[in-house]
């Protein structure tokens, strides 16, 4: 069945330093949607990307759609503690409603 | 007002017991979904409901049993808890087809202890 990887599992910086979590899929991906999941909260969408090789920015957020729509990407700069939480990105197939999730990245900010 | 909301917010039970989670969303989406997250918070689909139809049944046992009376309600009833049912459970509802986004909406979660 479709699997989606994420690595790394867990990943502890200083507050201002850069953090990338990267996700890869074993099959070619209509979409990936990114989500947040904060401490002892629910995931909340941040973004979908649906073309090959797309990059999207939100403020200090950078996304990236590999070229054959299997991998992707998400780089925060200048991490704040306000970015603590866990990750998640989620693959979708055409034609299905499913959304396949990776096992996350948990993010710890140091202040 | 609240997207999606689920009750209980927390339910700790004993084995053997059955239960139910109910969800309601107020987005007028079509599609609602139920999500385990386990201990070590990995999200795994476990039914989808599209207008009131069952769309995606993974392999789930069948003393879980979703029922959806309505379009904006997708309930989780629980046959004979066992220790591993233990986890956050999550509803989330979206509307397919849209033209820019498909996005999830979560709701809060249940999570449910069973002793």
């Known amino acids: 069945g479709q699997q989606v990887m994420q690595i790394p599992q867990y990943q502890h910086v200083q507050e201002g330093e850069d953090f990338t979590t990267y996700c890869n899929s074993s099959t070619t991906l209509s979409n990936i949607q990114w989500y947040k999941q904060r401490p002892g909260g629910h995931p909340v969408f941040l973004i979908q990307l649906v073309k090959s090789g797309e990059v999207k920015k939100q403020k200090r957020l950078t996304f990236q759609f590999g070229e054959a729509k299997k991998n992707s990407s998400l780089h925060i700069t200048a991490t704040q503690t306000t970015d603590v939480g866990t990750y998640f990105c989620a693959g979708q197939r055409g034609g299905s409603e499913k959304l396949v999730f990776g096992k996350g990245t948990k993010l710890t900010v140091n202040p | 007002d609240t997207a999606v909301s689920q009750t209980p917010k927390y339910l700790v039970t004993q084995m053997g017991n059955d239960k139910s989670i109910k969800c309601e969303q107020n987005l007028g989406h079509d599609t609602m979904y139920w999500y385990k997250q386990d201990s070590k918070k990995f999200l795994k689909i476990m039914f989808s409901y599209n207008n009131k139809e069952l769309i995606i049944n993974e392999t789930v046992p069948n003393r879980f049993s979703p029922k959806s009376p309505d379009k904006a309600h997708l309930n989780l009833h629980i046959n004979s808890l066992e220790l591993g049912d233990s986890a956050v459970y999550f509803c989330?509802?979206?509307?397919?087809?849209?033209?820019?986004?498909?996005?999830?909406?979560f709701g809060p979660g249940t999570r449910l202890t069973v002793l």
């Open positions: 989330a509802s979206s509307q397919p087809g849209l033209a820019v986004y498909n996005e999830q909406f």
